[in-house]
């Protein structure tokens, strides 16, 4: 029986949900194998954006990808500020928005991305006992998910503690306008304060 260590609590993480909008629709133009490739080329590039931002990958379902800043540096690197790692979760959620306009003309179809990126603790590990893999739950994990939900297409909703982990350092970000998420939680637009941020 294959042993493995127990789901861990990791403070200060970063979370990002990211979505097609339009994806069902994109079976009315695509071929099924031309949509499977588009997905598989989706992947690949933002796959290779994980390196170039120093974020991590913990998986994909169906067209949906989900990220986050570096758990491991959270947990043994006092030194390391939750804000540097939003910020770079940031840059790489600006990258995707890139990597899907340009599939969009190469495809000549009508796809964009809703993006959502939630900060806070989370727990993160392997549970269950059939092909377990690594996955995230908590609070935090939640909110970005539903941050996506609501995004608009090529935007990037983040949280209250988002915003306020970007705004302690000139990180290239500032908070757009104001949302109300589900009637009962705020949430912003993010904003690149120059054009080539990016």
Same mark, same amino acid.
């Not at 806070?120 to 377990?132: E, F, N, T």
């Not at 908070?175 to 705020?186: A, D, F, H, S, V």
């Given at each position: 029986?294959?042993?493995? #260590?127990?789901?861990?609590?990791?403070? =200060?993480?970063?979370?990002?949900?990211?979505?097609?909008?339009?994806?069902?629709? $994109?079976?009315?133009?695509?071929?099924?194998?031309?949509?499977?490739?588009? +997905?598989?080329? @989706?992947?690949?590039?933002?796959?290779?954006?994980?390196?170039?931002? /120093?974020?991590?990958?913990?998986?994909? =379902?169906?067209?949906?990808?989900?990220?986050?800043?570096?758990?491991?540096?959270?947990?043994? $690197?006092?030194?390391?500020?939750? #804000?540097?790692?939003?910020?770079? +979760?940031?840059?790489?959620?600006? %990258?995707?928005?890139?990597?899907? *306009?340009?599939?969009?003309?190469?495809?000549?179809? /009508?796809?964009?991305?809703?993006?959502?990126?939630?900060?806070?603790?989370?727990?993160?590990?392997?549970?269950? $006992?059939?092909?377990?893999?690594?996955?995230?739950?908590?609070?935090?994990? *939640?909110?970005?998910?539903?941050?996506?939900?609501?995004?608009?297409? =090529?935007?990037?909703?983040?949280?209250?503690?988002?915003?306020?982990?970007?705004?302690?350092?000139?990180?290239?970000?500032?908070?757009?306008?104001?949302?109300? $998420?589900? #009637?009962?939680?705020? %949430?912003?637009? +993010?904003?690149?304060?120059?054009? =080539? @941020?990016?």
């Amino acid at each position: 029986m294959t042993s493995f #260590n127990p789901p861990q609590e990791y403070d =200060n993480v970063s979370v990002l949900f990211a979505d097609f909008k339009g994806y069902t629709q $994109l079976y009315t133009s695509l071929s099924d194998a031309e949509v499977v490739r588009l +997905l598989d080329s @989706f992947y690949r590039q933002v796959d290779a954006l994980t390196l170039r931002f /120093d974020v991590e990958k913990i998986k994909t =379902n169906g067209d949906q990808y989900i990220a986050t800043s570096k758990m491991e540096s959270a947990l043994f $690197l006092p030194q390391f500020h939750p #804000n540097r790692g939003a910020s770079n +979760l940031c840059l790489f959620a600006f %990258a995707i928005i890139g990597v899907t *306009n340009r599939l969009a003309i190469e495809y000549e179809c /009508d796809i964009a991305i809703r993006i959502g990126i939630a900060s806070g603790p989370i727990i993160g590990g392997m549970i269950g $006992l059939h092909k377990p893999s690594f996955d995230i739950w908590g609070k935090t994990v *939640n909110m970005a998910a539903r941050l996506e939900q609501h995004s608009r297409a =090529n935007r990037i909703s983040v949280c209250t503690l988002t915003a306020r982990l970007l705004s302690h350092q000139q990180s290239g970000f500032e908070p757009g306008p104001e949302i109300l $998420l589900c #009637n009962q939680y705020k %949430a912003y637009e +993010l904003r690149k304060t120059h054009q =080539n @941020f990016v």
